[in-house]
T-cell receptor, first 117, second 110 residues
Framework: ETGVTQTPRHLVMGMTNKKSLKCEQH?????MYWYKQSAKKPLELMFV???????ENNSVPSRFSPECPNSSHLFLHLHTLQPEDSALYLC????????????????FGPGTRLTVT | SQQGEEDPQALSIQEGENATMNCSYK?????LQWYRQNSGRGLVHLIL?????REKHSGRLRVTLDTSKKSSSLLITASRAADTASYFC??????????FGQGTRLTINP
């Protein structure tokens, strides 16, 4: 868990709010990920940034908007969310050598527990 | 889908006993990984086994891979209360696109 930090750890927001989740990795990696973990569902890959380019967008609704200003930071901007978006949002990082290439091991942050009311 | 599926979904054993979890997947893989997740926390990488390896050890962990059966197992020996967690296998069509199973919830009873 160490090496990847996420803030805030807990977030409660109304359906009309706008908020952002932040992730920072201190491992010198150059690929970063957002995952969604809902109860009783497998971990879902949302977005992948490799070498600061978005290389994966798994049909995520536009109310989720990622931003990767540099290889160490990743944001997930949230707006007009739905109650079913309540979940644990996990950030991860890994070492990429190019699109689809690199080390497979991913390092995860502790997650942000999001509740949409 | 290349999704790994863990079995059993839940496992409860006494401290000191061995715990075995299994993972099955559907397509050819380059490698398979196991991760641990403590309740409500991030995942921790445990071990990676490549498709040309049959067995790998790391401390009290032993992972086997049978590519002919498209399955892997994770054995935790001499379990401890701190091993209580969910365990996931993950496979990927490539780096940067891992697919996780639903996990096995392991409970170690004192």
């Amino acid at each position: 868990e160490t090496g990847v930090t996420q803030t805030p750890r807990h977030l409660v927001m109304g359906m009309t709010n706008k908020k952002s989740l932040k992730c920072e990795q201190h491992l010198g990696h150059n690929a970063m990920y957002w995952y969604k973990q809902s109860a009783k569902k497998p971990l879902e890959l949302m977005f992948v940034y490799s070498l600061e380019e978005r290389v994966e967008n798994n049909s995520v609704p536009s109310r989720f908007s990622p931003e990767c200003p540099n290889s160490s930071h990743l944001f997930l901007h949230l707006h007009t969310l739905q109650p079913e978006d309540s979940a644990l949002y996990l950030c991860a990082s890994s070492q990429a050598l190019g699109p689809g290439r690199g080390r497979y091991e991913q390092y995860f942050g502790p997650g942000t527990r999001l509740t949409v009311t | 889908s290349q999704q790994g599926e863990e079995d059993p979904q839940a496992l409860s054993i006494q401290e000191g006993e061995n715990a075995t979890m299994n993972c099955s997947y559907k397509t050819s893989i380059n490698n398979l990984q196991w991760y641990r997740q403590n309740s409500g926390r991030g995942l921790v990488h445990l071990i990676l086994i490549r498709s040309n390896e049959r067995e790998k050890h790391s401390g009290r962990l032993r992972v086997t891979l049978d590519t002919s059966k498209k399955s892997s197992s994770l054995l935790i020996t001499a379990s401890r209360a701190a091993d209580t967690a969910s365990y996931f296998c993950a496979t990927g069509p490539g780096a940067q696109k891992l697919v996780f199973g639903q996990g096995t919830r392991l409970t170690i009873n004192p």
